[in-house]
């Protein structure tokens, strides 16, 4: 998939949902990506690789830490420095600790390479880590109250998480599942791809913009993560150097705006700085993808 296709699936989610007013096709849409094709993609891809492939990348599993210590120690610092006690502060770090690693990350890592199995591993170690650290952060940013614990279980039974699980449990069993099995999974599961673009353009809101929310954002979820990882990584195999490269520079999550919603934690401006980073995340890797070639 390249650029092009993937900014006119973003305009097909964004034109249909001015089209349809309801939002239960875009949720059934997001359930089914989320809870039956992505987990067949992840499972497919993963569960293809053997025990040396893992230990070949396991370079990818200690940057999914790193990225995330480096962005939520630099954000909290500021908004303890700069921000106080702006509530803002909150947001900046939730957005700041959850990328969106598998409706933008995928794609955009399928434009430097063919296997995109590093991207997925980061993905999902990331989703596991940071889904508690960021519900606890914006509870305590609101008024609402968070239980860490809950949070975490429900990221280990996210069907996608449970997928890859299996998958890594399978290799590390030494059970090799027949290509004739595992191809139609991944055909199938590619599916979620597109759709996940589709889904995020129905999310797209201008509301509420500043520009220095962009650029505070911007700051420690996208030019810092970026930064350390092309200075410190640039030595590394391609698969894992443009995995991490791409997946630790995503803007934020819509599942981090989310969750800003649920607690009342400066929602709005949120989307509207996720939409433009998005946006300007495309144009950064469409020109680094053309330097490469």
């Known amino acids: 998939m390249n650029i092009a296709e993937m900014l006119a699936l973003i305009a097909v989610g964004y034109v249909l949902k001015r089209l349809i007013k309801s939002e239960k096709p ?30 070949s990348i396991k370079t990818v599993f200690l940057y999914v830490f790193l990225i995330i210590a480096i962005s939520l120690s630099t954000s909290y610092l500021y908004g ?90 399978l290799i590390i069993a030494g059970v ?25 353009g129905s999310r797209i809101t201008l509301r509420s913009f500043d520009w220095r929310r962009l650029a505070e954002v911007g700051l420690f979820r996208i030019v810092i993560p970026f930064a350390f990882v092309f200075l410190t990584l640039r030595w590394a195999a391609p698969d894992v150097f443009y995995s991490v490269l791409v997946e630790a520079s995503m803007p934020p999550a819509i599942a981090a705006n989310a969750i800003l919603a649920q607690y009342r934690l400066k929602a709005e401006e949120a989307i509207s700085v996720t939409f433009v980073l998005t946006m300007m995340v495309i144009g950064l890797f469409m020109a680094l993808s053309a330097l490469v070639g």
């Open 80 to 169: 303890r420095i700069v921000l106080k006690n702006d509530p803002w502060a909150g947001a900046l770090m939730v957005l700041s600790v959850y990328p969106n690693t598998a409706a933008l990350g995928f794609p955009i890592a399928s434009l430097f390479l063919d296997d995109i199995t590093p991207a997925i591993l980061y993905s999902t170690t990331n989703s596991m880590i940071v889904i508690p650290i960021v519900t606890f952060i914006a509870a305590h940013y609101s008024s609402g109250g968070a239980n860490v614990k809950e949070s975490f279980l429900k990221a280990l039974k996210f069907p996608p998480t449970v997928a890859n699980l299996l998958a890594l449990a």
């Open 26 to 55: 875009f949720d059934y849409l997001r359930i089914l990506v989320n809870d039956f094709l992505l987990a067949l993609f992840i499972f497919g891809n993963v569960a293809s690789k053997d025990l040396a492939y893992l230990l």
């Open 176 to 200: 090799r599942i027949p290509s004739q099995i595992l191809e139609p999974i991944r055909t199938v599961g590619w599916l979620s791809i597109p759709l996940l673009l589709i889904y995020f």
